[in-house]
């Protein structure tokens, strides 16, 4: 398969990955939505709407590991609708991200700090990069220079006791232009 489609796959593994850890695993359907500028930067590539439609129903039936993905849209938003052997895939095969684990167990916490999710990242990382967002609906952007334990990009936001974030591709953040 082509680079670009293995990192859609990628991509939808580690979504589910983290859905997995949070909310637990179900040999279940897993709708996954996305607007197309994100699939485009995935995928490397300038397509219309109905290009990229018949792009991803092309992909649907060519992924490695998850089953027959299914695609429809609305305008331009697309769903891709893992079916539940992909479920099970993730849940079995996909190595879990041991960071990932540890931060999604802090954010569950009431009264997460900063300080406890750099010391997470740091734990995993020498190459941590913490930035103010000035204005958005974020506090603080995290990421790690070298990509590892991650390439994600963390938004974060902390109301009152509660920690809200949002993971991004490096691409996807770099367009919502925080």
């Known amino acids: 398969m082509e680079l670009a489609y293995q990192k859609l796959e990628q991509n939808l593994i580690d979504l589910i990955k983290e859905e997995q850890m949070k909310l637990g695993y179900q040999k279940e359907t897993i709708r996954l939505y996305y607007p197309a500028d994100s699939l485009l930067r995935l995928l490397g590539k300038e397509l219309s709407i109905e290009e990229l439609q018949q792009e991803l129903e092309w992909f649907g039936t060519h992924t490695e590991y998850l089953g ?83 390439a994600y990009y963390y938004c974060v936001k902390f109301e009152g006791s509660h920690v809200i974030y949002h993971r991004f591709t490096k691409e996807d953040y770099e367009e919502m232009g925080f």
């Open 68 to 150: 027959t993905v299914t695609v429809s849209h609305k305008k331009d938003r697309f769903c891709l609708c893992i079916p539940p052997e992909g479920a099970v895939y993730v849940h079995e095969r996909a190595p879990e991200n041991p960071f990932l684990k540890e931060w999604i167990t802090a954010v569950a916490v009431h009264g997460c700090t900063l300080e406890k999710l750099l010391e997470i990242c740091e734990k995993y990382s020498d190459h941590t990069v913490v930035e103010k967002i000035k204005e958005g609906e974020f506090d603080v952007l995290i990421y790690f220079a070298d990509q590892k334990p991650d």
